[in-house]
């Protein structure tokens, strides 16, 4: 790809509408709830909340709708790749009949406010399909289409789909929808600010003081929000307080690219069942269809060269669509968890009124919402069908404890890799736009120079605990490969669970 062509990107298509700016919290507030994150958790938490008559106030440490929201691919759909005959294995009937009811249910109330608020945002009903290009997932398709059946799932099991594509089965689910999830949430935002809620941006949370009966969150400029509930909705949560979330997930990152074809596309949505990960589906753009093709997955800080996984999703959008015209490229990570059940509920059982929602396994469109009206029943008091599903205090042993060993053995092993990794590359060999692992006074650490020739050289050792951070050559970040926090290329936090810069060791 040309060096101009890198420089447009990424660029994510979602973002190009306009969105309202809030200002920066000045002062100490006391409310009834204080949300901390602005995506689609967050927002949908505060306008149903609002609406009940609490006095809500949503913090975010940059803009709205900028962080996985605003990166997404956003289908809404309850079919989240082969989890259904998983999970009647491992949680049984009612737990896998709750899980997918629960994200149908999160699709209508989508449809009901489109059509309650005559909302404008491209959504369109679309049977989900997930194919196999494989004898063997063709089996696994033929297994998960059995717990449909038994689950009562509408779909269908069919053998082509309308594609240049190898694939064998495709497993549909019917009545799906897709839309755009900023112009839906920039409207659920409109209502929760109508009805009283009030939005500060560039506030960071920092903490919170939890000593006595109403928690304070406290920001990074010491600015106080006393309320009786809090709801973390921060994507990673940025308090723990011994919940130890980190040591529950991991964080796994996504690409996506917008393009034009030529070609006519019949409608759907698709993904494939074996690697590697293909998604696609169309969003309107102009009277055209633009297509949004994704995948690539991997662990954050272990994707090796981050620009190759978008080359990935051009060739092969090239190949099955011929591409007209490619003007967006976008990534961004989700958290998944041991179980792949997300995590819901009071951040420990000690602390009813402090709430999570995180681990959507990049299943968000349709779990953040589900979430939001989920912490809005814990906060109102009432019962709610799902609370015992998504739990985070919840310890389902299989297949989670296996998970636990692997997961931890991945992170004990970039712990000591990172340390004992010889790394030949001198800081003076650098081009412009390039970064590297470099031996900086005979140490690892982290140098990027920039397109004007400035260099800067930042310990790569991860400041939350201790794995050594790698480039990403995409994004221009340094991404630590123990729990997906992210820097940018002068060490500032852009993703947590860490909050602290890395060092800087050298600037100029
Ligand atoms: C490439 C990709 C494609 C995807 N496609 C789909 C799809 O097709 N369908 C689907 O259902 N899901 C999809 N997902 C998943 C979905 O996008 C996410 O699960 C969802 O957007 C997460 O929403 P969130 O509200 O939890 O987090 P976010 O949208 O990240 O919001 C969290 C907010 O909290 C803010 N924040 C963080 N820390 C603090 C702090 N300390 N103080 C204040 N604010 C803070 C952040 O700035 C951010 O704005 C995809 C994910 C990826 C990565
Ligand atoms: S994110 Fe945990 S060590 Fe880096």
């Given at each position: 790809m040309s060096s101009e062509k890198n420089q447009q990107f990424p660029k994510t298509y979602w973002r190009e509408i306009e969105l309202p700016t809030f200002q920066k919290l000045n002062q100490d507030i006391s409310v009834d709830v204080a949300i901390v994150g602005a995506g689609i958790t967050g927002i949908t938490a505060a306008y149903l909340l609002s609406k009940e008559g609490k006095k809500?106030?949503?913090?975010?440490?940059?803009?709205?709708?900028?962080?996985?929201?605003?990166?997404?691919?956003?289908?809404?759909?309850?079919?989240?790749?082969?989890?259904?005959?998983?999970?009647?294995?491992?949680?049984?009937?009612?737990?896998?009949?709750?899980?997918?009811?629960?994200?149908?249910?999160?699709?209508?109330?989508?449809?009901?406010?489109?059509?309650?608020?005559?909302?404008?945002?491209?959504?369109?009903?679309?049977?989900?399909?997930?194919?196999?290009?494989?004898?063997?997932?063709?089996?696994?398709?033929?297994?998960?289409?059995?717990?449909?059946?038994?689950?009562?799932?509408?779909?269908?099991?069919?053998?082509?789909?309308?594609?240049?594509?190898?694939?064998?089965?495709?497993?549909?689910?019917?009545?799906?929808?897709?839309?755009?999830?900023?112009?839906?949430?920039?409207?659920?935002l409109d209502e929760a600010v109508k009805a009283g809620c009030s939005v500060y941006e560039n506030t960071t949370a920092d903490d919170i003081e939890d000593d006595d009966l109403q928690p304070k969150v406290v920001t990074k400029d010491g600015k106080r929000v006393t309320c009786n509930n809090v709801i973390i909705a921060s994507h990673f949560p940025f308090y723990d307080k011994l919940g130890l979330y980190f040591a529950r997930m991991y964080a796994d990152r996504s690409y996506a690219i917008g393009i034009k074809t030529d070609k006519d596309y019949p409608g759907g949505m698709y993904i494939s069942a074996d690697s590697p990960t293909r998604s696609i589906r169309y969003t309107p753009l102009n009277g055209e269809k633009l297509l949004i093709i994704g995948g690539e997955n991997h662990k954050t800080g272990q994707g090796i060269d981050t620009l190759k996984h978008y080359e990935a999703l051009e060739a092969f959008a090239e190949e099955v669509f011929g591409i007209k015209g490619y003007d967006y490229r976008w990534s961004a990570q989700d958290?998944?968890?041991?179980?792949?059940?997300?995590?819901?509920?009071?951040?420990?059982?000690?602390?009813?009124?402090?709430?999570?929602?995180?681990?959507?396994k990049k299943w968000g469109m349709t779990t953040g919402i589900a979430a939001g009206h989920l912490l809005t029943d814990y906060v109102m008091d009432r019962n709610n069908p799902y609370k015992e599903l998504y739990s985070p205090s919840r310890f389902n042993a299989d297949p989670a404890l296996k998970s636990i060993v692997t997961t931890n053995a991945d992170v004990a092993k970039h712990l000591l890799r990172g340390k004992l990794e010889l790394v030949e590359k001198d800081p003076g060999e650098l081009q412009e736009g390039e970064g590297s692992v470099v031996l900086h006074n005979g140490k690892r650490a982290g140098a990027y120079k920039d397109e004007n020739g400035k260099l800067y050289i930042v310990d790569t050792t991860c400041t939350h605990l201790g794995c050594e951070c790698e480039w990403n050559r995409a994004e221009k970040t340094w991404d630590c490969p123990c729990h997906g926090s992210r820097y940018s290329y002068s060490g500032d936090v852009i993703e947590g669970p860490t909050r602290k810069a890395l060092e800087l060791l050298e600037e100029g």
């Open positions: 809500v106030a949503l913090i975010e440490a940059g803009s709205v709708l900028n962080g996985t929201t605003g990166h997404t691919t956003a289908k809404l759909t309850a079919q989240h790749g082969l989890v259904y005959d998983e999970y009647l294995n491992h949680f049984g009937e009612e737990k896998a009949r709750l899980y997918f009811e629960s994200h149908m249910n999160a699709i209508r109330f989508v449809e009901g406010m489109v059509k309650e608020h005559g909302i404008d945002c491209d959504f369109s009903k679309e049977d989900a399909y997930m194919y196999a290009t494989t004898d063997e997932y063709v089996d696994k398709l033929k297994t998960e289409w059995e717990a449909y059946t038994s689950l009562g799932i509408d779909g269908d099991l069919k053998d082509i789909i309308p594609f240049n594509i190898p694939a064998k089965a495709a497993l549909m689910m019917k009545n799906q929808a897709q839309y755009h999830p900023l112009k839906f949430l920039r409207a659920l958290m998944v968890t041991l179980d792949k059940l997300p995590y819901i509920g009071p951040l420990t059982s000690e602390r009813e009124h402090i709430l999570v929602a995180t681990g959507y």
